[in-house]
């Protein structure tokens, strides 16, 4: 019983990067902007989070902190896939890179040091309900934000009239800019908030998951990010779902490296995660709704020009 | 008292390349009058309206509206000042119901929270005053063509929109369809609305407007009263010469049956069915015209005859053969030529010279090219078919639309076939390209081929066809033969109501 | 009274040298942001200077780096050479570094455990390049399987499997093909002589750069003098125009990725046999990744691609040496990739616009143009 519990709140906890990568890709691909650029923007939440919080001795302000670098980021990609209309996949890949490179050279200094880290909060009266409490609300406070974030990206994208306007640009960038919205800062907007939010991911993984930096920590999430897009259907609860189930495999393989019982190579443990967003891509392409990308905006990875759409 | 509501003086635009798109346009528009904006595709009407509606800007001039200057700089600002367009090309989210659609970009009906209630209810009361019985509830991409039109004024409409917009309304309605819209128009005006009406087809213009201005090569030509619209005056206003096509069409001499369709059954992109049980016969040396409203599964038919499409039940026969789903490799063998109807999308490729657009449908495939070949071939086809052109490297997307449907058609000519399915051939061309088109046709013809027409314009339909077949959801609804005073029973057929034979 | 209008408008031509022009002015954008960027973190303007002195001689003189930025530019050109010819129909093929991985493993084997008694070291030295190719190409086959048959991203599928790759060649040199008598190290035993590249001569250079050569004509062969070429090109501009044409993406995309495959198979292969002679931790340095950029910096040409393979291949060697010189992180490589990516995709994009400086002239009327369309 402890440790089916202790398993599950592992996985809320290893899925909460994970979560905050997908709502944040979630947005900018509704306004119909791909950003590949996940694992970068992560690195680059992570180590400016990281520097933050050694330097000021105060997490929330490094976390804060965080988003912005990952919102700054995210405007080159904007500003050359919206302004300039080029290819996203290559933006996105190059966002990667740079991210990557970036923060393993300013981390350089940081490997090895140890930084203040958020701690766990159990909340009043539920984290005492049996099972639940202490899989769910037994955890530090960005877990509970990314909760209430889920809530309120979900109502955000669709009960109210900026998130609707996000929608239409993302589904009809014609129809949006006849209407009198405007496609290029909408998108922009989008780009940002969702660079910001998979920053904050990233900044999970040096400021709670663990409180050090380590060069590539993100490990591949910001790709699994992009796939757990596809298998949300663009919808932010379904992207709670899986971001703790592949949350739960990444700690399932960790406790199993840790104990050491099963006689399993370490190495092979840790293609785990890789190898099940293959099977479970595969698996879920015999599914319809999925094969016919129910959910993905029409204009996904088309850039948007008013002079050219005749 | 304002005379006007809208001016627009010494309007001026230019588009890149130094086209002239616009020179020195003055207009203007009174309150509860028509005032229609005449001439052929490419004349500049659009891009009036598009200046207009804030969607390009203008160069040189201003605009007036009820006497004062204004800056309409996107569509947003258009529309605080008043202006409501009905797009050509219908500008809806279809995965949005229509509702969200009416208010999308709309900051009145609450900024931050949308409550959809009163939007619905106003709507119900807009549709009920104009007769259009749409449910505000539907998703768009459940409606119909002219079911979205209705929508498209629906905006407007709730917008409350003082000067309306209607760019070429009728291109996608039946002759009934067009009567009821003209209906609703003639109320709009009655409410004081200012109503400007942009089309090219002589007929609803002299239907619908109160004063009718003629635009000929981004210039105006003239402005006619309601008095004096006459249409033999308007067409050489529009057009700077007689209209008649010169056009050389004996008649036809049909023989062997070439291609013989049975109970076809076809689905659309949605996995709908597009094409339910139909049944045609075409012969060597005659056009078979298929008029209807679009997205009656003309486009379905085209695309399951040229192999782009599965057929779900149902035979297409050629000379005997059966060629149901087979290759469109296999098809190209045989001599099945395919002119689609958007050539940007789906018949070229952009980015590549004019030569291999020429190249890219082969009846015979070479596994290695010989380049030197193919650019003296290209060479030949840009002057056989007069192709406006720098060079045969040129990459096509530069050229014009009109010469961009030239280097389609010279490719889809040049296979020497002998079935050609051609679909909305001349949409956006000009009157020379537009003949050049019908000629072509008619050539080939002559020569023995065998084609399939499917035009969205009745006139283009009869000008060309030998014989006229009504297509209605998916089903030909009967034959006429292409004469002017079948139009009303035509329209009554595309609309799905049967005829007695 | 004259007046002068500045317009910015788009272009209607080509230009000559226009490919060559994007290229040359984003490297020069993105090393002159990596300057100021070493500039602020330094705060010293003189080791900038010194870096890209470092960075622009050692690499190539041959006293110095010239054999080794070699060495590096015959992978970085295998595999850039198998991705143009995928990029080209717009298929992104991210996965040549875990193809690149499959083929070194591959050839491992074979050279380790299947023939190492082989005596015939021509023969042996063939079947292992033809060992690794066929893995690299079996591993990018998955992808394109999952791609055309089943709709999968090959972005998200391609990355994927290059982490299942490095995980399993990690386990492989950490576990069963470890040396025994290595000292406890991540790398396998050497392989036997006969399997090893020869090399030119005493240059130290190995015969992969001949294959290479080879492998840039046969490209070039293939997407500019075949029709398949010409259906790859037609895929990459209209998918809807190829349909349209009879040309079947699927089978086109199935072969493409399987070319690419091989060649990055064949990278891993000779990176194997010529240079290491051994397979250890960390024998790439991210080549996969790397010959994206040559290729995209090449504008898809195989000649290019060569050209800036050796580039590249000098600028992985001159961050090594300034890792020793300047102790600059081996990130900063990484940094500066992306940055000439994003500056190859700007000036592209400012390419297509030219500004234009008008008069008040008289200018043409009319003119067939599109308005309604």
Known sequence: ?310 | MILYLLELKNITKRFPGNLLALDNVNFNLKPGEVHTLLGENGAGKTTLMNILFGLYKHDKGEILIEGKKVNITSPASAITHGVGMVQQHFTLVPSFSVAENIILGLKKTGRFKIDLRNVVKRIKELSDLYNMNIDPNAKVWQLSVSEKQKVEILKVLYEEAKIIIFDEPTAVLTPQESESLFQAIDMMKNNGKGIIFISHKLKEVIRVSDRVTVLKNGRIVGTLDKGNLDENELAKMMVGRDFLFNIKKTPANPGKEVLKVENLVVKNDKDILAVKGLSLTIREGEILGIAGVTGNGQRELAESIAGLRKVENGKIKFYNLDITNTSVKRRLKLGIAYVPQDRKETATCPNLSVAENLFIRQKNKVRILNKKEMLRNSKKLIKKYSIIANNEKQPIKFLSGGNMQKVVLAREFELSPKLIIVEHPTRGLDVQAMEFVYNSLIDARNNGAAILLLAGDLDEVFTVSDRVAIIFEGRIMGYVEPEQSKVDEVGLMMAGVALEA | MLHLKLKIEKRLEHFKYENFLISVVSLIISLVIMGIFIWINTGNFADVVETYKELFTWPFFPELGLVDTILKMIPLALIALGLLVVFKMKVWNIGAEGQLYLGAMATTWGALFLFKNMSNSISMITLLLIFGAIAGALWALIPAILKAFLKLDEIVTTLMLNYIAVYWLNYLIYGPWKDPKGFNFPLTAVFPKNSWLPELGDTGIHIGIIITFILVFVTYFIMYKTHLGFELKIIGDNPKAARYSGISIEKNLIIAMIFSGALAGLAGSIQVLGVQHRLQHGFSTGYGYTAIIVAWLARLNPFSAVIVAFLFGGLLVGGEQLQIVMRFPISMISALQGLILFSLLASEAIFKYRIKITKNDPIKIGGEFNGNT
Not at chain 1, 22 to 50: D, K, P, V, Y
Not at chain 1, 112 to 128: C, E, N, R, T
Not at chain 1, 267 to 287: A, E, G, H, K, Q
């Open chain 1, 1 to 310: 019983m402890e440790t089916l519990e202790n398993i599950l709140a592992a996985a809320i906890r290893s899925g909460t990067p994970l979560l905050f990568a997908t709502l944040g890709e979630i947005i900018t691909e509704r306004s119909g902007i791909l950003n590949l650029g996940l694992e970068g923007l992560m690195l680059i939440g992570a180590i400016f989070g990281f520097i933050a919080a050694y330097t000021l001795q105060n997490v929330y302000l490094a976390f804060i902190l965080a988003m912005v670098a990952g919102a700054l980021f995210s405007l080159i990609h904007a500003f050359v896939t919206i302004s300039l209309r080029a290819n996203q996949t290559v933006s996105g890949l190059a966002l990667t890179m740079l991210g990557t490179g970036v923060s393993g050279m300013i981390g350089r200094n940081y490997i090895g040091q140890v930084a203040p880290k958020f701690s766990k909060i159990d909340l009043p009266l539920l984290s005492k309900i049996p099972l639940i409490g202490k899989v769910f609300f037994s955890h530090d406070v960005l877990v509970y934000v990314s909760y209430i974030l889920v809530a309120v990206t979900s109502y955000f994208l669709f009960k109210t009239r900026l998130g609707m306007n996000l929608r239409a640009v993302g589904e009809e960038p014609a129809a949006a800019d006849s209407a009198g919205i405007n496609v290029f800062l909408t998108r922009y907007f989008a780009t940002i908030i969702g660079g910001a939010l998979t920053a904050a991911g990233g900044a999970y993984l040096s400021l709670a998951y663990t409180s050090m930096w380590i060069e590539n920590m993100s490990a591949g999430r910001g790709w699994i990010a992009i796939a757990l897009v596809i298998f949300s259907m663009w919808e932010p609860y379904k992207a709670m779902i899986g971001s703790y189930l592949f949350g739960g495999i990444m700690a399932l393989q960790l406790r199993l490296q840790a104990e050491g019982k099963i006689n399993i190579s370490s190495n092979l443990l840790m293609m785990l995660p890789y190898l099940t967003t293959l099977i479970v891509m595969i698996v879920f392409s015999f599914n319809e709704k999925f094969r016919k990308r129910v959910g993905a905006p029409s204009a996904l990875g088309i850039p948007y020009s008013r002079e050219e759409k005749t």
